[in-house]
């Protein structure tokens, strides 16, 4: 964990059949960063400050690695394992690395480059080493706030206040890790700590190397007090307790009902956001038994309602 996070955290989200069906089934989704909607988000950019040789042996692990995991992906859904498919898997991943340390050698000595062979190659393999750290940027993620009063987050991501925003504690077994949002700085990435990371397998540069690939943002986002969690991309079982949910300024009625419904078995605090007077701060109210008391209605025609009329 890199900092001490709040008891709750909060994720805002639009009301609609997947997440309705997400909420009943304890589940999380977790986003292909490539899809964010900060381009620069989980983007990192690669400062060479090793020499060539350092940089050829951490490209061929990482492309190595990449490959060797792919085949390996691909030979178990052909239902193909055992040592021979690890030893496959391998061979081809560490040539695919030697054929592109290969070709960079080659493309370096291209007469347009106005710099020297040396620093041609460098620059080349410092730009390979940052596309496979994109390309290996596989795990998905999910994001959190502190803050579930936020009018710019409702209006972000709560679906412009029709939405709800869901509370979440860590009061699990094991106690889930959540990662806190660095903003502002710089996305750069030196090669000497991904070497330690990468040739060196050392566990506190790995931990450096992914707080500044997958938690670091620009100044402007630190309005979301973002906190994250890392798992495969897609929906996964919740590693958090599910404690509360935030129905929004303009939720319906209809959407309050069938969410207080569908969670009714569980032990859910539910609220309501209201404004406050005059000003822009938005608070929460349990009190929202009134709303949905008249659901689910059944319509009556007048003649349903108040019998017939005779016209003699």
């Known amino acids: 964990m890199t900092a001490e996070a709040p008891q709750i955290i909060y994720r805002y989200q ?15 989704y977790f986003s292909d960063p490539s899809n964010f909607n ?31 995991e792919e085949i390996l992906c691909s030979l178990k859904v052909a239902k193909v394992d055992g040592e021979n498919a690890e030893n496959h898997a391998k061979n081809q991943g560490q040539q695919e690395a030697a054929n592109e340390i290969r070709n960079i050698a080659y493309h370096a000595t291209n007469p347009d480059y106005e710099i020297s062979v040396e620093k041609a190659e460098r620059k080349l393999l410092t730009y390979g080493i940052q596309s496979e750290l994109l390309k290996q940027n596989n795990r998905g993620v999910c994001c959190f706030s502190e803050e579930y009063d936020n009018p710019l987050l409702w209006s972000h991501y709560g679906d412009q206040h029709n939405g709800y925003c869901v509370g979440y504690s860590l009061n699990r077994n094991p106690k889930p890790v959540v990662n806190k949002v660095m903003y502002g700085g710089v996305r750069t990435v030196k090669t000497s700590l991904v070497a330690q990371a ?11 190397l992914d707080g500044s690939v997958l938690l670091r943002k620009a100044k402007s986002w630190v309005y979301e007090k973002e906190w994250r969690i890392f798992d495969n991309v897609g929906l996964q079982d919740s590693s958090l307790k599910l404690e509360e949910v935030i129905f929004g300024l303009r939720c319906s ?21 209201y404004s406050v007077g005059d000003s822009f701060d938005l608070k929460r109210t349990n009190d929202i038994g009134d709303i949905c008391a008249y659901l689910p209605r059944t319509s009556y025609s007048g003649i349903e309602m108040f019998g ?4 003699g």
């Not at 381009?39 to 990482?62: G, M, N």
């Not at 050392?202 to 931990?207: G, P, Y």
């Not at 017939?308 to 016209?311: K, M, T």
């Open 198 to 208: 990468v040739l060196n397998q050392n566990a506190e540069a790995q931990k450096i």
């Open 308 to 311: 017939s009329v005779d016209d």
């Open 38 to 68: 900060d381009p620069l988000d989980c983007k990192p950019s690669v400062e060479c400050d090793t020499d060539k040789k350092t940089l050829q042996k951490i490209l061929a692990a990482l492309i190595e690695r990449r490959v060797t």
């Open 253 to 273: 009625s209809s959407v309050m009902h069938s969410v207080i419904e569908a969670l009714k078995p569980r032990n859910i605090n539910f609220y309501h956001m």
């Open 14 to 28: 639009s009301f609609n059949a997947l997440s309705l069906d997400a909420l009943c089934h304890d589940q999380l």
